[in-house]
C-alpha cells in the first residue's frame, strides 16, 4: 500500500511527500526503504521495518510528551514565578482569591496577566511543535477543505449539538458540578464577567471563546496530529483528544476538553481542514459558557431548570441537524465513524510504546496528580 495516500490526501500536493522523505527526519515512516509496512488492521508483521516504524512512533510520543512538560511548567512554574516577580517590581499583588467555589481575580491586572499567561503557555507548545516537526504550514494548519461528502460535515455539526446538550445537562443538573467554574478554569471566572464592570471583562470573556479556542484546536490538530495520522487516523483522534483531556486539573473539565477534541478531531480527517474544527470548537465552547452565564444572571432557583431547558433545545437541535441529514439511515452513521486509515497498532501495542519512554511515563504521573489535586481542591470549594 502507497504510504503517501494512506496519510493524507493533502499527499497529493506533495507537501506530505516533501516532508516525510526529507532527510534525517525521524518523526515519518515515509522515510524507511521498505514500503511494506502496513498491515490493514492486524498490526505489524515481525520484521526489521516493523521495529524501524515503532521507533519513529516512540520519537513522536517523545516528542508530544517534551511539549507537555513545557505547558505544565509554564502553567504553574512559569505562572507562579512571573506573578512574584510583577509584585517586586510593580507591586501588583495577583493573588487568586477562591470565593464560594469560584475562583475571582482582584483586578483588571490579574486577568490581563492570566491572558498573557495563556498565551505564552499555548505558544510555548506551538514553538515546539513546529521546531520538532518542521511540518509544512499548508500541511499542519491552513489547510482547504477537500470535503469528500458534504453530509460528513453536516453530521459533525449535529454530533457537536448533541455532545454540547450532554454536556449542559451534566453541568446543569449534577450537583457535584455547581461549584466548578468552567469558564474560570480556564481562562476567567463568568461570575465577575457577567456581573461586575464590563469592559475589559467581556473583552476576556471574548479572548477566550474565540482566540484560545482557535490556539487550542491549532496545537492539538496541527503538526502533532498530522504526524500521529501515519499510524491511523483513530489512534491520532483518540491520542489528541486524550492528551487535551490529561492536562486539565480537575474532573469537571475533563469530559468537556476529551468530548472536544473529539469532535473537531474527526471533523479535521473528514475535511482535512483545520478551519472547520475551529469553528466546531468555538461553537461549543459558546454552548457550553451558556448555563453558567443563566447561573449568574437568573435567580438560583431559576438557574438549572434553564440550563436544562437550554440542553434540551441544543439536543432537539443536533438531533434534527441528524435527522435531516439522513445520518440515522441504515449504515450512514458506521460510515461517519469510519475513517479511512487504519491503525497499524492493536490498542496495546499502542500503549506499550507509549510507555517505552521514560518521559512519556513522567507526564502521565504529573497528569495523574495534579487532576487528583485539582479535583480535590475543586470538591473542598462545594
Same mark, same amino acid.
Given at each position: 500500500m502507497n504510504l503517501e495516500s494512506n496519510i493524507s490526501s493533502a499527499a497529493n500536493s506533495g507537501c506530505y511527500s516533501r516532508w516525510s522523505e526529507k532527510d534525517g527526519n525521524k518523526y515519518s515512516i515515509g522515510n524507511?526503504?521498505?514500503?511494506?509496512?502496513?498491515?490493514? $488492521? +492486524? $498490526?505489524?508483521?515481525? &520484521?526489521?521495518?516493523? &521495529?524501524?516504524? +515503532?521507533?519513529?512512533? =516512540?520519537?513522536?510520543?517523545?516528542?508530544?510528551? /517534551?511539549?507537555?512538560?513545557?505547558?505544565?511548567?509554564?502553567? %504553574?512554574?512559569?505562572?507562579i514565578s512571573a506573578a512574584l516577580l510583577v509584585k517586586y517590581i510593580f507591586n501588583i499583588d495577583l493573588t487568586i482569591i477562591p470565593v464560594n467555589g469560584l475562583v475571582v481575580l482582584q483586578d483588571s491586572a490579574s486577568y490581563i496577566f492570566m491572558v498573557t499567561m495563556t498565551m505564552i503557555k499555548y505558544a510555548v507548545v506551538f514553538f515546539i511543535f513546529r521546531m520538532t516537526f518542521h511540518m509544512p504550514t499548508s500541511l499542519a494548519h491552513f489547510r482547504a477543505p477537500t470535503v469528500k461528502n458534504k453530509n460528513d460535515i453536516i453530521h459533525s455539526f449535529g454530533m457537536l449539538f448533541i455532545t454540547a446538550s450532554v454536556l449542559a445537562f451534566i453541568y446543569s443538573a449534577a450537583k457535584i458540578f455547581i461549584a466548578v467554574d468552567y469558564v474560570g478554569s480556564n481562562l476567567m471566572n463568568n461570575a465577575t464577567v457577567f456581573s461586575e464592570d464590563s469592559g475589559i +471583562?467581556?473583552?476576556? =470573556?471574548?479572548?477566550? =471563546?474565540?482566540?484560545? &479556542?482557535?490556539?487550542?484546536?491549532?496545537?492539538? %490538530?496541527s503538526s502533532a496530529f498530522a504526524a500521529l495520522r501515519q499510524f491511523g487516523d483513530w489512534f491520532a483522534v483518540m491520542y489528541m483528544s486524550i492528551i487535551s483531556a490529561m492536562i486539565l486539573q480537575n474532573f469537571a473539565l475533563t469530559p468537556v476538553a476529551f468530548l472536544t477534541t473529539f469532535i473537531t478531531g474527526i471533523t479535521v480527517v473528514k475535511t482535512e481542514s483545520i478551519y472547520a474544527g475551529t469553528i466546531q470548537r468555538i461553537i461549543i465552547n459558546v454552548l457550553i459558557s451558556v448555563p453558567y452565564a443563566m447561573k449568574v444572571i437568573l435567580p438560583p432557583d431559576m438557574w438549572q431548570k434553564? $440550563?436544562?431547558?437550554? $440542553?434540551?433545545?441544543? /439536543?432537539?437541535?443536533?438531533?434534527?441537524? =441528524?435527522g435531516a441529514s439522513g445520518f440515522f439511515k441504515k449504515g450512514v452513521a458506521k460510515k461517519y465513524f469510519t475513517l479511512e486509515k487504519k491503525n497499524l497498532f492493536s490498542g496495546g501495542e499502542y500503549v506499550s510504546v507509549y510507555f517505552e519512554s521514560l518521559l512519556s511515563i513522567i507526564v502521565f504521573a504529573v497528569c495523574i496528580i495534579l487532576f487528583i489535586v485539582g479535583s480535590l481542591v475543586s470538591f473542598n470549594a462545594r
Open positions: 524507511i526503504e521498505s514500503g511494506n509496512v502496513y498491515v490493514a $488492521g +492486524r $498490526g505489524f508483521n515481525e &520484521s526489521k521495518t516493523d &521495529s524501524g516504524v +515503532r521507533s519513529v512512533l =516512540l520519537n513522536v510520543i517523545k516528542a508530544v510528551s /517534551f511539549a507537555l512538560i513545557a505547558y505544565i511548567l509554564c502553567d %504553574h512554574i512559569l505562572n +471583562r467581556w473583552l476576556l =470573556l471574548v479572548i477566550w =471563546l474565540v482566540l484560545i &479556542s482557535c490556539l487550542v484546536e491549532v496545537i492539538v %490538530h434553564c $440550563g436544562l431547558l437550554f $440542553g434540551f433545545a441544543v /439536543f432537539a437541535t443536533g438531533f434534527i441537524i =441528524l
